[in-house]
């Protein structure tokens, strides 16, 4: 039952501004509730649109229950700027509520303030009232906004909880399985579920490839409640028997929009096979709904509760950006010219291809500028090591792809360089959000060809700014 003092959360199905009302889909379980344009606070009666979030108090009135005093979630959230967490990449504003108001056992919510976290992120505050209702949800939103907790936090409160705990005689069973699409990524999110589950006696592990599988075969055996996995390992060590995903509860895939881009759609699929259907709790992430990914989630959730967390504004107030109009031949001088400025303290550089890093990484090195390269092709050690110097300060560049640069934690990059523009327009927003963290400034730089000023077009729309251009660099 809803409580009618409760704030709520909620985004609008649709909304006729002739008519002046339409209605407010819940985000708790997906009810949907009346708004009349006299509800909403001053100033708010603007350009109120469907997928706007909201929040409200709910007031039962002859014909059903209706919205009153609604606020813009953003209002709100924006309002209250805490720079005290851990940095958040996006959105480094908490959401008006606290992890108390969220039905949370103690021992989670210990773990939760030993993290120092003060409040929910926005997908905090969204996500957690509805997978705990264990609804399917798609959540729209990517690394860098707390999206990892958003569904960690739940998850773990499901299992704790006695009426479905592992009985502590038998073997443990995987109930939950998390499939990431890299590796970094995988143990990023193995990481935070040992964080905020580590006064509930839960057991987790991560299984990827490119390592020696016998001590991830170990780990299982011992026996896990939550599994942490790319696909490729996973499906691998199904195969071989030493995975048994029959009595999985719920299901989550992370990241997508880049299970599609590496081609990991169809292993996703054949993953889905192996899991109980009756009953599953299936959450998919991504940053972007390209159509494959939409396609799939319709044929794997159940009437999901889609909720959006866009990462526009926050990060573009306190970029500077500009584009350097370039041909293709002279990027990497003008690359070399922009290096020599000594405020460039720790730069990422965007590659389309791997084989382009590694051919920017090689010319840098030899001019005597530290900097490696991260890609899909490197082994995991390489990567985890190139990280690492990049995140102590010893290489000064790290050059990287798309795929590979998901899942990156890194503070204080100073620059962003996009060598080449991205494929996908959304893609340059995911990339110049790796700096200008917490609120600090951050520089953008992206390289356009001539022929690629549609795409700066695109950038531009929607982006919602025009970008500084700079040509006769070089
Ligand atoms: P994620 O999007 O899951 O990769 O999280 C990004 C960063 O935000 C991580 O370093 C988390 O530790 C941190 N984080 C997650 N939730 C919160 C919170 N509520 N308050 C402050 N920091 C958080």
């Not at 609804?135 to 006695?162: E, H, N, Y």
């Amino acid at each position: 039952m809803l409580k009618e003092t409760q704030r709520m959360t909620g985004t609008v199905k649709w909304y006729n501004e002739k008519k002046g009302f339409g209605f407010i889909t819940l985000d708790s379980d997906g009810k949907d509730i009346f708004l009349h344009h006299t509800a909403l606070q001053p100033n708010e009666d603007n350009n109120i649109t469907s997928g706007d979030c909201l929040t409200f108090t709910i007031q039962p009135q002859k014909k059903g229950l209706a919205a009153i005093e609604v606020t813009r979630l953003e209002e709100v959230v924006q309002s209250r700027i805490s720079k005290k967490n851990k940095p958040l990449q996006y959105n480094q504003i908490d959401s008006g509520l606290n992890f108390a108001d969220l039905d949370l056992d103690s021992k989670i919510l210990q773990a939760v303030r030993d993290s120092g976290y003060e409040a929910p992120t926005p997908i905090q505050a969204q996500a957690i009232p509805i997978i705990l209702n264990e609804k399917d949800m798609i959540g729209c939103a990517q690394t860098g906004t707390g999206k990892t907790a958003a569904f960690a936090l739940p998850i773990l409160q499901r299992l704790v909880s006695i009426k479905n705990n592992n009985n502590m005689k038998t073997k443990r069973k995987i109930r939950v399985l998390v499939v990431a699409p890299t590796r970094e990524l995988a143990i990023q999110i193995k990481d935070s579920f040992n964080i905020y589950g580590k006064y509930t006696g839960l057991r987790n592990t991560v299984v990827y490839g490119g390592v020696g599988q016998n001590p991830q075969v170990k780990k299982l055996q011992q026996g896990v409640d939550i599994l942490v996995a790319t696909p490729g390992r996973l499906l691998d060590l199904i195969r071989q028997g030493h995975i048994n995903l029959g009595y999985v509860e719920v299901l989550i895939l992370d990241e997508g929009d880049r299970m599609l881009d590496m081609g990991f759609i169809n292993d996703i699929r054949t993953i889905i096979n192996y899991i109980p259907k009756k009953n599953r709790q299936t959450l998919l992430f991504s940053a972007t709904i390209p159509p494959e990914v939409k396609k799939l989630a319709n044929s794997i959730l159940n009437t999901p509760i889609r909720i959006d967390i866009s990462p526009e504004q926050p990060t573009l107030e306190v970029l500077k950006q500009s584009v350097f109009l370039i041909s293709k031949k002279k990027k990497q001088a003008l690359l070399e010219k922009l290096l020599v400025d000594k405020s460039i303290k720790r730069a990422l550089v965007f590659m389309r291809t791997k084989h382009g890093a590694n051919r920017v990484v090689k010319i840098l090195k030899r001019k005597g500028i530290h900097t490696d390269a991260i890609h899909g092709n490197k082994s995991q050690t390489a990567r985890q090591k190139a990280l690492q110097s990049f995140r102590t300060g010893a290489i000064r560049v790290l050059v990287a792809t798309d795929v590979a640069s998901r899942g990156i934690d890194v503070d204080e990059i100073s620059h962003v360089i996009q060598f080449d523009l991205p494929d996908e327009t959304e893609t340059y927003l995911h990339r110049i959000g790796r700096t200008a963290r917490a609120g600090a400034g951050g520089i953008a730089y992206a390289f356009c060809e001539e022929n690629q000023l549609h795409k700066l077009k695109e950038i531009e729309k929607l982006i919602r700014m025009r970008l500084k251009i700079v040509k006769n660099h070089i």
